[in-house]
């Protein structure tokens, strides 16, 4: 049957924040403010069992009413990889996209499922512009 009048799941003012171990899950949430912004919880969720971190956020989520809100995932330092280049002589525009051949060589999977963003390092002045 044609569902004409769906029910919709209030958003939370609030964002999930999660970062996932091999030990477990670390979650905060908070409610962001201009002025001030208040973190409602933080807590690690231990999960030694393959498998089980999963359902164990989807309980937590669901007992504290976190639902439907928005997430920012933290990843492991063994998830990302930070490259200092010298910045390309382009114009600001075309930054990424040399950047992206800058570091290809530094790649060692599939460079097209490579996430690769760039952004300036403070230098001394009179020094080449850097890149990570």
């Known amino acids: 049957m044609w569902q004409l009048f769906q029910t919709r799941v209030a958003k939370p003012e609030g964002i999930s924040c999660i970062s996932f171990s091999r030990r477990g899950i670390a979650y905060a949430y908070m409610i962001p403010r201009a002025d001030n912004s208040e973190i409602k919880t933080c807590d690690f969720l231990p999960c030694l069992i393959e498998g089980e971190q999963e359902n164990t956020l989807k309980e937590y989520v ?10 920012v995932y933290v990843l492991q330092p063994h998830e990302y990889r930070l490259i200092t280049i010298d910045a390309p002589s382009v114009s600001p525009a075309e930054l990424k996209d040399a950047a992206r051949w800058a570091v290809m060589d530094f790649v060692d999977y599939p460079f097209e499922e490579a996430a690769i963003d760039t952004f300036k390092i403070p230098v001394p002045a009179g020094q080449k512009q850097k890149l990570f």
């Open 62 to 71: 669901k007992l504290h009413g976190f639902e439907n809100s928005d997430c």
